[in-house]
């Protein structure tokens, strides 16, 4: 049963536009949401989280987007750009449990 | 202050021998979660440990695996008598005392099985 869903495995951009990456959960109890970017061979890199009571968190480029009534967050970049290519991580967790990850969206951004 | 130390990077194993993964965590960190990655899948959650003490290992296979963190030193997770399906990267994790903050990964020991 996958609690955290990233529906969409690969998004390709091209630089300067916004990236959209989007996430669902299923468990109305998560009350701390987050994403990370991971590169090869490397370990997932914490980037923003948004907690429950909010619906919206922003830093620079980064900005997260929550919809608790559709169990829906997103994290939208905006200039994309070449380095930001990776893999984007959904991560949640309730009530300071572990945190319970989705497959991941590899995200290509074009120069 | 440094990140959170995961040891070897890299370990073969013989199918049939143990596995022990290290993991320090940050300074002042208490919590500690491992993770497995299969290829081509995202980060699965395996135990949640805090010094001494399993909080959950609900993500944990029932047998041949198991972990521990001890008063003093790392986190270890075992494998024993690995198999060829146990090849992955493993990720630790730790979190300070406020459990409504990000956790802080290490980059993995990649365990392959021959």
């Known amino acids: 049963d996958q609690q955290v869903k990233q529906n969409s495995p690969s998004l390709s951009v091209q630089e300067g536009r916004i990236s959209i990456l989007n996430c669902d959960y299923t468990?109305?109890?998560?009350?701390?949401f987050l994403w990370y970017k991971k590169y090869p061979a490397e370990g997932p890199t914490f980037l923003i989280s948004i907690s429950s009571i909010k619906d919206k968190n922003e830093d620079g480029r980064f900005t997260v987007f929550l919809n608790k009534s559709a169990k829906h967050l997103s994290l939208h970049i905006v200039p994309s750009q070449p380095g930001d290519s990776a893999v984007y991580f959904c991560a949640a967790s309730k009530a300071g449990t572990a945190l319970i990850f989705g497959k991941g969206t590899t995200l290509s951004v074009s120069s | 202050n440094a990140g959170v130390m995961q040891n070897p990077r890299h370990l073969v194993r013989r199918r049939g021998q143990e596995a022990r993964l290290r993991c320090s965590p940050m300074?002042?960190?208490?919590?500690v979660y491992w993770y497995r990655q299969l290829p081509e899948e995202g980060l699965k959650f395996m135990v949640y440990l805090q010094k001494e003490n399993i909080i959950d290992e609900s993500g944990m296979p029932k047998e041949r695996f198991s972990a521990e963190f001890p008063k003093e030193g790392p986190s270890i997770l075992r494998i024993q008598q690995v198999v060829r399906g146990d090849s992955a990267a493993y990720f630790c994790?730790?979190?300070?005392?406020?459990?409504?903050?990000?956790?802080?990964f290490g980059q993995g020991t990649r365990l392959t099985v021959v």
């Open positions: 994790a730790s979190r300070g005392q406020n459990l409504n903050t990000e956790a802080f």
């Open positions: 468990n109305s109890m998560f009350d701390y």
């Open positions: 300074k002042g960190h208490s919590h």
